[in-house]
């Protein structure tokens, strides 16, 4: 009896000892996901920092090419009327 007694005293111990093993790997993987969801934050707040300035570069080529584009407007109008006149001029003679 005396051996059955020791047998299961020493299983209860495995057992309590499995637990303390259990919480422990619960407590890493809580800290683990803590620190995963903290290196997430700051790479979604690096990338829209990143997004912020690219969008700030666009607007600005955007604008750099809207200037650009009313110069080449009043240069082609300025053209046309040259070529205009040159007609008329030739058609004159």
Known sequence: MNNVEERVTYLEGRVKEQGHMVNGIREAMASLEAR??????????????????????????DARLGRM?????????????????????????
């Not at 290196?39 to 607007?59: D, S």
């Not at 584009?69 to 003679?93: E, F, K, R, W, Y």
């Open 69 to 93: 584009t009313s110069l080449l407007v009043g240069l082609l109008i300025a053209v046309i009327a040259g070529m205009g006149g040159i007609i008329a001029a030739i058609l004159q003679h």
């Open 36 to 61: 995963i969801d903290r290196r997430l934050e700051q790479f979604e707040q690096r990338m829209e920092q990143r997004f912020g300035l690219v969008e700030q570069h666009f607007i600005g080529i």
